[in-house]
């Protein structure tokens, strides 16, 4: 990867990933890679030991960080085909890649390392079975409660990436037809004073109408539409008709 070098790109994307004196990027490091020359890195080194990942996720360098999580996110997707989904071996593989991806939180600091791996590890763990609990294989029902808490812990944390990962991984479940985890995150997260968190809860509440229900979408709108930001109600109407949205924004 560092082969793969781009100064002109580097000097871009530090830029756009804010990493300025007081932006929320401030520190991080850039290789200059493209996420699909990152995507193909990981590509060639799938099989790579999941106890080899943790160097990738310290990395100095953003893109190797990415690298890192998303060798995670290749090997979970892996692991949770459909005809996987009751193994315990599994299980227990998928279990061991999410307690990582849990210990080394603070390491996916930017949005994009967020986004490109929350969802996709986490949220596809809420919609299967789980061993965490330590009781043996747990059904996706019986493990609820744990999910939550697991899902609690990171919205109560004071670290802004642990928060946004609470919530954007409730894609999963809402492109399932869940709507709980999305409408329980967005309604804790809902004044919070961070700009990031202001659009990942208006995107993921317009995913949840998009693809549970438009009128559970009004409904939430409606207890508290004077509790959000106007990120958050711009981001959460986009799929509404141009005159819908105008009425929402005029309240």
Known sequence: MESLRDDAQREVLMSFFKTAPGEYGHGDEFLGLRVPQTREVVRKVVDVPLDQVPQLLHSRWHEVRLCGLLLMVARFERLSRPKLAEDVDAIRARDEIVSMYLRHAECANNWDLVDLSAPKILGNWLMLPTALEGVGRVSVAESRPYK?????????????????????????????????YCLRYAEKHLRHQHDLMHKAVGWMLREMGKHV????????????????????????????SPEERRSWLEQ
């Open 148 to 180: 939550m808490k697991v899902l609690d812990d990171l919205a109560d944390s004071e670290n802004l990436w642990r928060q946004r990962m609470s919530m954007v991984c409730t894609w999963m479940p809402s492109h399932e037809g869940d709507p709980s």
């Open 213 to 240: 229900s438009m009128d559970l979408l009004r409904e939430f709108l409606k207890s508290h539409l004077h509790d959000m930001s106007r990120t958050t109600l711009r981001y959460a109407i986009e799929k509404m």
